[in-house]
């Protein structure tokens, strides 16, 4: 049996995306050069809000004040888990030193970035978990300064829940301030804060596209495209969670792929009968989002067996990928290209997004078949360092002498030369290499 696409999708994540290219370029150079002026005049047209940028800590505790208690205790929880795992994840980075020969030293040293640029989503919905995911992942890298940027709203300012978790989470700074004016004040350093070294965390395609055009100038998270996500799942799936967490992720954006791939012919047509119904039963703003994704983005791959359908996976390199199927340890041990992995229908990707631990800025647009998700390894250096006895030196002075000229590099040639010569004067050394 060859693979069949049971629903096609006629169109890709990329189909459709503004030319937003020239725009937020104009956007960048124009604060680039104004500064705080002209940031400020970009967010009084396009947040509508002509309030404080730089929150107080005053303000913060009165923003603070109006989150619930649940929701305070909630947001703790979800802190509690993200920053446990962190702290697991910076474990494993670990300096070394390394004898590469006797009397040569080689080592490793893990360096946290110093000042990181976080931006919280904050229009249509209230990120409160991307301030976490973010503001306490830099945290506990060791970044000596942590900014946030976020959206405000007209006669409101960030959302209140926004500000409480940058603010338990460890931000130094927080602006009120969205989209490229808000990623520029964190890159320039505007508003007496240190430039970033870093930019992370998720926004819209002029967020996205700010933070591609400064990839340079400093450091970013990744590239990121809309958010996208894979369910595996074999006839032991139970349809109707399946097709809840799939609309659960085609609400996030009209373009948000979600795609089912499965062995079973039964589950993919129950899927495909209950998802409709229950994008209808959504809000309004999440139903609109969740409709014109599932009808213009998803689609639902039958394969013949489940190598199959791990190979199809692989692929399209998911930013999510859940797994809905018997023998996990079998697809834990195989796949090998997703931002996140979610095994068995007793997790789903919401608890990824909001509380569970491991981070939700993840990649996407197949961004997953090179590189994984914001970690501490994201906000830390990998560095390394030599040292070396006189002893130690001359075997690597002498092979670096010869392939230097091998490869034409006298300079490199003569900086070994120069060591040898003092190191031992009395002593002759074939530094050329005959072909």
Known sequence: MAREYIKSAPKTSHSGASEVQADVRAMLDEIEKGREDAALR???RLDGYDGPVVLTADAIEAASAQVPQQLKDDIAFAHRNIEGFAQAQKATLVDFEHEVLPGFIAGQKAIPIDTAGCYVPGGRYSHVASALM?????KVAGCRHISVASPPRPGVGIAPAILYAAHLAGADTILAM??????????YGLFDQPPANILVGPGNQYVAEAKRILFGQTGIDMIAGPTDSL????ATADPQIVATDLVSQAEHGYNSPVWLVTDSRALAEAVLRRVPVLIDALPEMNRDNA??????????????????MAACSDAYAPEHLSVHAADLPWWLDRLRCYGALFLGEETTVAFGDKAAGTNHVLPTSGAACYTGGLSVHKFTKLVTWQQATRDGARPVAEATARLSRLEGMEGHARAADVRLAKYFPEETFDLTTRG
């Open 42 to 44: 970009y967010a009084a």
């Open 134 to 138: 973010t503001v306490t992942t830099a």
């Open 291 to 308: 409709r014109a994704a599932w009808r213009d983005y998803a689609e639902v791959i039958l394969c013949p067996d489940r190598a199959d």
């Open 231 to 234: 369910i595996l799942a074999d």
């Open 178 to 187: 969205g989209g490229v004016q808000g990623i520029a004040a964190l890159a």
